[in-house]
């Protein structure tokens, strides 16, 4: 992923508890993918680069090792989720899916940045990923800014993503 030279300027997000992280260090951002074939890993793996490259150390997790006191813990995060089934999470999302998501929850400090795989093919176009974004909301978190659907590979989805982060979480 190629994030423009002149959107360097590092910013993490917290994670108090982040592995390593000590007090008054600057702790990763959190990255999480929820993914049934690879693609949202892929993409997360990319991001992860992208931004540590600038100087902002990210904690990448797949949402199987997701929790709710991670995100209470966290300031920022990035999320990229895939759809599988019809509408349904990847399977490795469905544990918090169905215990996480399964009501509100006290989110107000978050800011999140969310790109939704999917593809229009499908009745249920990014799915899961509009179900994450309902509950982020519910639960009083803001986005970092315009959550991205992106259908099947679409270039210009990916384009907004990295302008996204680069205008937010690399400012
Ligand atoms: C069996 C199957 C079911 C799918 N169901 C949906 C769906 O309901 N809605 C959607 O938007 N995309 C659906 N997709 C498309 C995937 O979300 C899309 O290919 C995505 O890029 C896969 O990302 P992943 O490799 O991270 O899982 C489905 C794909 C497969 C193979």
Redesign the pocket.
């Known amino acids: 992923m190629d994030i423009p030279v002149a959107m360097t300027a590092p910013a993490a997000g917290h994670v108090a508890d982040a592995p390593g992280a000590t007090i008054g260090a600057p702790a990763p951002l959190l990255v999480a993918?929820?993914?049934?074939?690879?693609?949202?890993?892929l993409h997360a793996r990319d991001t992860c680069r992208a931004l540590q490259a600038a100087g902002v150390p990210t904690r990448l997790l797949d949402f199987d090792s997701l929790s709710l006191p991670m995100l209470h813990a966290a300031d920022r995060a990035l999320f990229l989720v895939?759809?599988?089934?019809?509408?349904?999470p990847?399977d490795m999302a469905e544990a918090f899916n169905r215990d996480a998501m399964g009501r509100s929850a006290q989110l107000a400090h978050l800011r999140y940045g969310l790109l939704m795989?999917?593809?229009?093919?499908?009745?249920?176009?990014?799915?899961f990923g509009r179900r994450l974004q309902r509950w982020l909301q519910a639960s009083g978190a803001r986005p970092l800014f315009e959550p991205v659907a992106?259908d099947?590979?679409d270039p210009a989805a990916l384009q907004r993503w990295r302008v996204g982060i680069g205008a937010t979480v690399l400012r």
């Open positions: 993918y929820a993914t049934q074939t690879g693609i949202a890993e895939s759809t599988s089934y019809d509408g349904d990847p795989l999917g593809d229009s093919y499908y009745d249920d176009f990014c799915g992106m099947d590979e």
